[in-house]
C-alpha cells in the first residue's frame, strides 16, 4: 500500500507560478515511475508530467516547455514546478504512483488560473 498527499495547489493569476509536492508513504521501496494527472471539468484525465525512480522524464506537450517534473527519492516525494500558467491549465492536479504495476492516487488538489 501507498499513500500519496498532495500540496501546493490554489488560485493563480495568468503568468504566475506554483510547485505542486507529492508525499508517499507507506510501501515506498518498490516505487517506480511518480508524477501527475490533471482533470479540468468536463474533460478526461489526462498525464501533465512523470518520473522513474531511476530520473527518465516525460512531460505533456501542452505543459513541457513551462514545466518542470523532479523527485527527492531521500524524501519520497515528487515536485511539479509550473510556470507561465494558462486559464487552461485550470483542473484538480492528481499525483500518483506506479507501485509493482499498480497505479495510486492521491486525493487531488486543485489549481485555478484566473485570467
Known amino acids: 500500500q501507498v499513500q500519496l498527499v498532495e500540496s501546493g495547489g490554489g488560485l493563480v493569476q495568468a503568468g504566475g507560478s506554483l510547485r505542486l509536492s507529492c508525499v508517499a508513504s507507506?510501501?515506498?521501496?518498490?516505487?517506480?515511475?511518480m508524477g501527475w494527472f490533471r482533470q479540468a471539468p468536463g474533460k478526461q484525465r489526462e498525464l501533465v508530467a512523470s518520473?522513474?525512480?531511476?530520473?527518465?522524464?516525460i512531460c505533456a506537450d501542452a505543459v513541457k516547455d513551462r514545466s518542470t517534473i523532479s523527485r527527492d527519492n531521500a524524501k519520497n516525494t515528487v515536485y511539479l514546478e509550473m510556470n507561465n500558467l494558462k486559464p487552461e491549465d485550470t483542473a484538480v492536479y492528481y499525483c500518483?504512483?506506479?507501485?509493482?504495476?499498480?497505479?495510486?492516487w492521491g486525493q487531488g488538489t486543485q489549481v485555478t488560473v484566473s485570467s
Open positions: 507507506g510501501s515506498i521501496f518498490s516505487i517506480d515511475a
Open positions: 518520473i522513474t525512480s531511476g530520473g527518465i522524464r
Open positions: 500518483y504512483a506506479d507501485h509493482v504495476a499498480h497505479l495510486y
